[in-house]
């Protein structure tokens, strides 16, 4: 029989509880969830208080409920209005009469909103600038990020999807592609693939069979591979079934900035005579371009509502940087503890973090500290109304849009969900029928 482990949390906001409330969890737990591990923490969010609890000093594997933690730090350690900020440095010495006779680098500081249309526009204002030759080289810019760009315990199978995309400074379209599958009519036949646009800049290989479902289930699957050069191989089978879009990973994407700005500048009529490499941006350079995200407060809303784990991995390794000057995932979990064990005393002895989307199989959280977390959040007179206003509503958006949907119990629950295989979890706040 199959094992389910799951952390269902929440806040109630009242203090008046009938018995029957309790009884139905206990029957729940007893009828329906036998076969499965359950961790239970139920608070009053005015006082904190434990109103019921099961198996909740047990750590579980939080999925993206550990989010929460991530988002909480990042508000108090980074602030609301932070920005992220991608920009072009030279030296204005080696600028004359459009020519810079030297280098230009491309500074990137892992922007997770950041877009190709946008490092092309930052490329083609260099002709608005006045560069039209560059007799030196063009330099991607890296290095505010550590590798490595995977976090421990992420599941070899799932790195060439988009969902486990590399963290690396450079983050362009969410450092993922698409391609469309549209299978063959007939079993047997080649599955097409088209291309999405930003494939420009990526190679492909594919030899497909459409085969049926149950046969995909049973006998073979997709053969997936992307490699540090940028080529997606696709091989094995697909069923006729499964139509439309599918998002990979680019696997190096300072390589993949490169390609961009190598053809845009082609493109933008700026002859370069040297190459588009790999490097870091002088101390001294003066800043030419700057492209600016929009702020913290409203890209949480992407990454929690969305439940996004480039937007979660990003924070995750700018509070690194930010904390110790070392942009890396374990750094980004140390200020992330240093941080909340400050603001909420929770004990992250007892636990394991090892990333800040949840996607590591090795992080570990008991339903007490998620529920610790959420009180003291409610307390926080700076940050709470932002921190409860980027979870998804339930039956309204995000990933509870589908759940909660009924009228009594729609636009109540504000919560974040995770799921993995074998997990599932849910924390946050629930408004009782009382109010």
Request: hydrophobic share 35%.
């Amino acid at each position: 029989m199959r094992k389910w482990i799951m952390v269902l949390l929440a806040l109630i906001s009242t203090t008046s509880f009938a018995q029957p409330w309790r009884q139905g969890i206990n029957d729940l737990l007893h009828n329906e969830l036998n076969n499965a591990e359950v961790g239970i923490m139920v608070r009053d969010a005015k006082t904190g208080a434990m109103l019921y609890e099961h198996n909740a000093y047990k750590a579980f594997t939080p999925a993206s409920n550990m989010k929460l933690f991530t988002a909480a730090a990042a508000l108090d350690d980074l602030g609301a209005n932070f920005q992220f900020h991608t920009t072009v440095h030279y030296n204005p010495k080696q600028l004359k009469q459009h020519s810079l006779r030297g280098n230009g680098y491309f500074k990137f500081t892992g922007d997770p909103s950041l877009r190709v249309r946008n490092l092309k526009q930052m490329v083609a204002k260099l002709h608005q600038q006045g560069v039209h030759q560059i007799h030196g080289k063009v330099v991607v810019d890296s290095s505010r990020f550590l590798p490595p760009n995977h976090a421990p315990g992420w599941t070899y199978d799932s790195l060439h999807w988009a969902f486990s995309a590399p963290i690396s400074a450079v983050i362009l379209n969410e450092n993922k592609v698409s391609l469309k599958f549209e299978p063959s009519k007939t079993t047997g036949g080649q599955v097409n693939i088209i291309p999405g646009r930003d494939m420009a800049y990526m190679k492909l290989q594919h030899s497909i069979s459409t085969v049926s479902y149950q046969y995909s289930m049973k006998n073979c699957s997709l053969l997936l591979h992307v490699s540090r050069r940028n080529r997606i191989s696709l091989g094995g089978c697909w069923p006729s079934e499964a139509r439309g879009w599918k998002s990979f990973a680019v696997q190096n994407p300072p390589l993949y900035a490169e390609n961009i700005i190598k053809a845009t500048l082609k493109k933008n009529h700026i002859r370069l005579y040297g190459h588009v490499v790999s490097g870091i941006t002088p101390k001294h350079s003066k800043v030419m371009i700057n492209h600016s995200s929009k702020k913290l407060k409203t890209l949480l809303l992407r990454m929690m509502k969305n439940s996004d784990n480039v937007y979660a991995e990003s924070l995750n390794k700018t509070l690194g940087y930010v904390g110790t000057g070392r942009g890396s995932f374990l750094e980004g979990v140390n200020t992330i503890k240093k941080v909340l064990a400050r603001l909420s005393n929770i004990d992250f002895e007892r636990t394991t973090i090892v990333d800040g989307s949840g996607q590591s199989r090795y992080d570990l959280l008991t339903p007490d500290q998620i529920t610790r977390l959420l009180y003291v959040m409610t307390r926080d007179t700076r940050w709470f109304k932002t921190y409860y206003h980027v979870l998804p509503v339930g039956g309204v958006d995000g990933t509870l849009r589908y759940r909660f949907t009924s009228e009594d119990m729609r636009k109540r629950v504000h919560a974040k969900t995770g799921s993995m295989s074998g997990v599932s979890a849910l924390s946050g706040y629930m408004t009782a029928g009382s109010g």
